[in-house]
């Protein structure tokens, strides 16, 4: 179930930084950005968070704090890992 939080966390949050940089180059309206916001926010969180209970790894638990895609490389280095280990 972590893995699967840890995904859905890294979809939102590159989902939401995505089309808050769209509207920010775009119409730049403040009701969006007043969603998304917290909405990026929370997810960047969570997936910290998801990755210090996943991994003791100290080079996967910095990636995480890499805003915007954090999470993201995150999912990259864990499954380079497992692959490596198969």
Known sequence: ?????LRISAAVEAGSLLLL???????HLAAPASVLGP?????YLIGIVLTWQLTKTVAVRALSVIPGIGTLLV???LRSA???SQ
Not at 21 to 27: D, F, I, S
Not at 39 to 43: D, E, F, I, Y
């Open 75 to 77: 999912l990259r280095s």
């Open 39 to 43: 909405v990026h926010g929370c997810a």
């Open 1 to 5: 179930m972590p893995m699967r939080a």
């Open 21 to 27: 940089v769209l509207n920010l180059a775009t119409v």
């Open 82 to 84: 497992e692959a490596a």
